[in-house]
């Protein structure tokens, strides 16, 4: 069964506590936080503020994923402020290793992301040393695009050279996931889900929660 990151991008804003207590309650095990910069990314979400205000009232995992350029100038001040992971992309820094290792001095998960347009091998140097991959499975910048099929392909090969080496780290997908679309992915090794329109869009986002979750059993 696949775990479950409710994407707050997609939450609503003023009732922001009730949301997330809503997808604590609801069975979620993480809480994914896109910080978007206007620069790697062209939209603007938030700052480590969001991730203060938001750690004294949960104890789900902060998934926080950095979509900014030069992560390494952040990190520090996400990890001060109660981040549980902190994902950095590898086409956003020369200096995946170093951001890398910014991240585990300051006794935070480690998390490498990649975009559809970059392959495995980008990474394959710097898999020993994390907690986490995250295989985008839309162009990071948005939320409520269409999962891209061609990235299940990308998830199998990093779960064959998980096993192959016996690593240890679990591998997120990110974007356009429903309960359609995680099953494939799931499949190929994906162990957790990203969903923010496909939570936060329904009326009732706890049975959406449940549905991934049925979706993978
Ligand atoms: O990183 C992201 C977009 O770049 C997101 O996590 C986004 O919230 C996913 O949204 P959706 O589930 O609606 O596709
Ligand atoms: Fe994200």
Same mark, same amino acid.
């Given at each position: 069964?696949?775990?479950?990151?409710?994407?707050?991008?997609?939450?609503?804003?003023?009732?922001?506590?009730?949301?997330?207590?809503?997808?604590?309650?609801?069975?979620?095990?993480?809480?994914?936080?896109?910080?978007?910069?206007?620069? &790697?990314?062209?939209?603007?979400?938030?700052?480590?503020?969001?991730?203060?205000?938001?750690?004294?009232?949960?104890?789900?995992?902060?998934?926080?994923?950095?979509?900014?350029?030069?992560?390494?100038?952040?990190?520090?001040? &996400?990890?001060?402020?109660?981040?549980?992971?902190?994902?950095?992309?590898?086409?956003?820094?020369?200096?995946?290793?170093?951001?890398?290792?910014?991240?585990?001095?300051?006794?935070?998960?480690?998390?490498?992301?990649?975009?559809?347009?970059?392959?495995?091998?980008?990474?394959?140097?710097?898999?020993?040393?994390?907690?986490?991959?995250?295989?985008?499975?839309?162009?990071?910048? &948005?939320?409520?695009?269409?999962?891209?099929?061609?990235?299940?392909?990308?998830? !199998?090969?990093?779960?064959?050279?998980?096993?192959?080496?016996?690593?240890?780290?679990?591998?997120?997908?990110?974007?356009?996931?429903?309960?359609?679309?995680?099953?494939?992915?799931?499949?190929?090794?994906?162990?957790?889900?990203?969903?923010?329109?496909?939570? &936060?869009?329904? !009326?009732?986002?706890?049975?959406?929660?449940?549905?991934?979750?049925?979706?993978?059993?």
């Amino acid at each position: 069964m696949i775990k479950v990151a409710p994407s707050i991008l997609s939450a609503d804003y003023v009732n922001l506590q009730r949301d997330i207590e809503m997808v604590d309650k609801g069975g979620a095990e993480l809480l994914h936080i896109d910080i978007m910069d206007g620069a &790697f990314v062209p939209a603007l979400s938030y700052g480590p503020g969001w991730v203060k205000a938001i750690r004294p009232i949960t104890d789900l995992t902060l998934d926080v994923h950095m979509m900014v350029q030069s992560p390494e100038r952040y990190i520090d001040t &996400f990890a001060d402020a109660g981040a549980d992971i902190i994902g950095v992309h590898t086409e956003a820094t020369p200096h995946i290793h170093r951001a890398l290792q910014m991240i585990k001095n300051k006794g935070v998960k480690a998390e490498v992301v990649i975009n559809p347009g970059t392959p495995v091998a980008a990474i394959t140097p710097v898999l020993y040393m994390v907690d986490q991959v995250l295989v985008m499975t839309v162009n990071p910048g &948005f939320g409520g695009q269409k999962f891209l099929p061609e990235t299940v392909k990308k998830i !199998a090969e990093l779960n064959e050279i998980k096993k192959s080496q016996g690593l240890d780290f679990d591998i997120e997908i990110d974007g356009g996931v429903n309960d359609s679309t995680v099953v494939a992915a799931y499949q190929a090794g994906a162990t957790v889900a990203v969903a923010g329109s496909y939570v &936060f869009d329904d !009326a009732d986002p706890v049975s959406r929660i449940q549905a991934l979750k049925d979706a993978t059993k």
